[in-house]
């Protein structure tokens, strides 16, 4: 007994200890790059789950059954994501490589079945597992996905009610909103009591065209469906209201496998009762118990019941992409002027998408390569954060005012690279983040942008950055409050982690949101490394973070005239008061360019932005004055600056001169000005 507590005390430190050490660094998953962009380009997705790779079908029909899976999602017009493990990264979508390697690894017998239960273990012993439903349903929820293809749910086992043999599967479903197309459950359960515990779950059950609820070979059970839908277009209508009631629960629309592939119900289910038998007498238990009966049954039926079930898989596919498609368009997901159809389409041979409209109506999708017109990409250093809203035309301190509160993505680092991200850029943003819901959040809007989860570092025992800002009536910010404690855990070592992706960067961008100590360690790899640094002050208290030592390091910066009094008292060890007039404003400007900073962007509102420079002979410091660009209608301010930082290096990256970027940074700023997010839905075009 003591030598079996001491074995389970050092596995569950084992665990422990990898869960940490991956929780420091991601959150564990990565989107396939067709995933990636489909969902950034609002693109309907289908998850698929991997069990039947591994353990549902044998080899090859396993890799050619995936394969025509995906193709059929895509021409239905749909993106297609096979969910899997593969040593211990959760992937969202899989390419060749990965379906092969999964097909071999399960075909080794070395695939775990995963289920809810077995995911954190599978990732954190950097195991290769394949989703059963419960699992999928479960990623698919947290990738953003709202639909899935199976070939049928798992449910009360037979005799369940004594053995308590119940799948994980209607527990999740009860759980997570994803609607589940599927052909019932598997004739081998327990059908009328699966169908009472989904009820006891609130989990309806519609069936497609049929009164009955199918078992999965069979198209009838003689068991009733909660509801019968005939077209696709209602089906979409009860997803969107299941979500818009926040009721939380999953769908599942069950159809019948086609009437021409339908197996004669009668001898299954004889071959069923033997293969049970059969099990119970080689003592197969847990999750080893399906694929057992499904094979021995496609034994029995001589191959029957296999091809039965590839025909069903096809099918719910199929519909569920329909239904996707049919969501899609209700909800007008994608950008302004883009209207999806089948010929929107994923090609894999390019990796590209065909059908896409005028580029006028969307905008470029990040490139997968690392550099710009020949140009490294930025590597941004900074915060990601929740933008908490608050807006009153009242705004009475000591008091309760109406007005209107929301959420929105935000931080300084965060808002750049969604600039830069909707530019066509593809910038790798550095940052921490909390492992909470707040964080998983953000690691979805980030990957909805196209952005990798390589600079993602997690902390398990902070919570998400969380910035609060007050707006009065005008859009202009009364106070804000930021709990930015996660990006402290950004690290020197962390930063050293990403060297090789600053050797090959065009630019470095880095806000005021690191500590003094991480600050230095950017500006040191930056300058071995030889790549120019664009600091973002984003406050008075962190301006000063960059150091006295560190403002020579700096090639661009972008304080308003309060940050820029700051980064002066650097320079003076005392605190200096911000400029009065335009007058001191140059002067203060000149003493961080005669401390070795190249450029230095005055950010002044209204007022527009002061460039000081060194002038080329060598005179002095040279100004020059742009006008802000009247806004419309002003909405919210607290994005403008990040806007006018991520515009200007994005121009500097495609080499344009640094007056065509500060005309173009300020266009960013404008459009943010005007929109209720921090950043623009729209992109700038040509200022």
Not at 155 to 178: E, P, Q
Not at 309 to 327: D, F, P
């Amino acid at each position: 007994m003591i030598k079996l507590k001491h074995f389970l005390v050092v596995v569950t430190l084992f665990v422990l200890q990898a869960v940490g050490h991956r929780l420091s660094r991601d959150f564990y998953f990565e989107l396939g790059s067709e995933v990636r962009d489909g969902l950034r380009l609002g693109h309907p997705v289908v998850a698929l789950e991997s069990t039947v790779i591994t353990h549902g079908l044998p080899y090859p029909v396993n890799v050619q059954t995936a394969k025509a899976l995906e193709q059929i999602i895509r021409d239905a017009g749909a993106v297609p994501a096979t969910i899997a493990i593969i040593r211990g990264t959760i992937f969202v979508g899989l390419n060749e490589s990965q379906l092969a390697e999964l097909a071999e690894t399960g075909r080794q017998g070395q695939a775990l079945k995963t289920s809810r239960r077995d995911l954190a273990a599978v990732v954190a012993t950097n195991r290769t597992g394949s989703t059963t439903v419960s699992a999928t349903v479960l990623v698919a929820h947290m990738a953003g996905i709202r639909f899935f293809a199976t070939g049928g749910i798992g449910g009360v086992h037979r005799d369940g009610h004594i053995t308590m043999d119940v799948s994980a599967d209607l527990r999740d479903l009860g759980r997570t909103f994803v609607t589940v197309v599927c052909a019932g459950a598997k004739s081998i359960l327990d059908l009328p009591r699966t169908l009472q515990y989904l009820e006891t779950e609130g989990v309806p059950v519609i069936g497609y065209r049929t009164d009955e609820f199918p078992a999965f070979f069979s198209r009838k059970s003689g068991q009733p469906v909660s509801m019968r839908i005939d077209d696709v277009e209602s089906i979409a209508r009860v997803v969107e209201a299941q979500e818009a009631l926040g009721i939380g629960s999953g769908i599942i629309v069950a159809v019948p496998i086609p009437e021409s592939d339908a197996a004669s119900a009668e001898p299954l289910e004889r071959y069923t009762e033997l293969a049970i038998a059969e099990a119970a007498a080689a003592n197969v238990t847990g999750n080893e118990v399906t694929p057992f009966l499904l094979r021995r049954v496609a034994e029995l039926s001589n191959g029957s019941s296999q091809a039965a079930n590839i025909a069903l898989l096809r099918n719910n596919a199929r519909v569920a992409s329909e239904i996707a498609v049919a969501y899609n368009r209700r909800h007008g997901h994608g950008w302004p002027g883009m209207v999806m159809t089948a010929a929107t389409m994923y090609n894999p041979a390019t990796g590209m998408y065909t059908g896409l409209p005028a580029a006028e109506s969307v905008p470029p999708m990040p490139q997968t390569p690392s550099v710009v017109s020949g140009r490294g990409r930025a590597i941004i250093f900074g915060g990601a954060a929740i933008d908490l809203i608050s807006q009153s035309t009242a705004a009475v301190a000591g008091t309760s005012n109406p007005g209107r509160v929301g959420m929105r993505y935000g931080g300084v680092g965060s808002n750049i690279a969604n600039v830069l991200a909707k530019l066509g850029g593809s910038p790798l943003l550095v940052t921490a983040i909390g492992a909470d819901d707040n964080g998983r959040l953000l690691r979805n809007h980030l990957a909805s942008l196209g952005l990798s989860h390589d600079g993602l570092h997690t902390d398990i025992s902070l919570s998400t950055a969380v910035y609060n800002a007050i707006l009065d009536g005008n859009g202009e910010l009364i106070q804000g409050v930021a709990d930015m404690s996660v990006l402290e855990t950004l690290s020197p070592q962390m930063v050293e982690s990403h060297a090789e992706a600053v050797a090959a960067a065009g630019l470095i961008v880095l806000d005021g949101n690191l500590s003094e100590e991480t600050t230095a360690a950017v500006l040191d790899l930056a300058q071995r490394q030889h790549v120019p640094v664009f600091f973002e002050p984003t406050s008075i208290a962190k301006a000063a973070k960059v150091g006295r030592d560190g403002l020579a390091k700096l090639t661009y910066t972008a304080p308003n005239a309060d940050e820029l009094a700051a980064l002066v008292s650097l320079l003076h060890g005392a605190s200096v008061s911000a400029a009065a007039d335009d007058t001191e404003l140059e002067r203060q400007a000149t003493e961080l360019v005669a401390a070795g900073v190249k450029h230095v962007f005055v950010t002044l509102g209204e007022r527009g932005v002061l460039w000081a420079t060194a002038a080329a002979d060598g005179s002095g410091t040279q100004f020059k004055r742009w006008p802000a660009f009247k806004p419309s209608h002003v909405e919210n301010v607290t994005g403008a600056g990040d806007s006018f930082v991520g515009g200007v290096a994005w121009a500097l990256l495609q080499g344009k001169s640094v007056e065509d970027a500060v005309s173009y940074g300020l266009r960013a700023a404008q459009l943010s000005v005007e929109s209720s997010h921090a950043v623009s839905e729209h992109p700038p075009s040509e200022a």
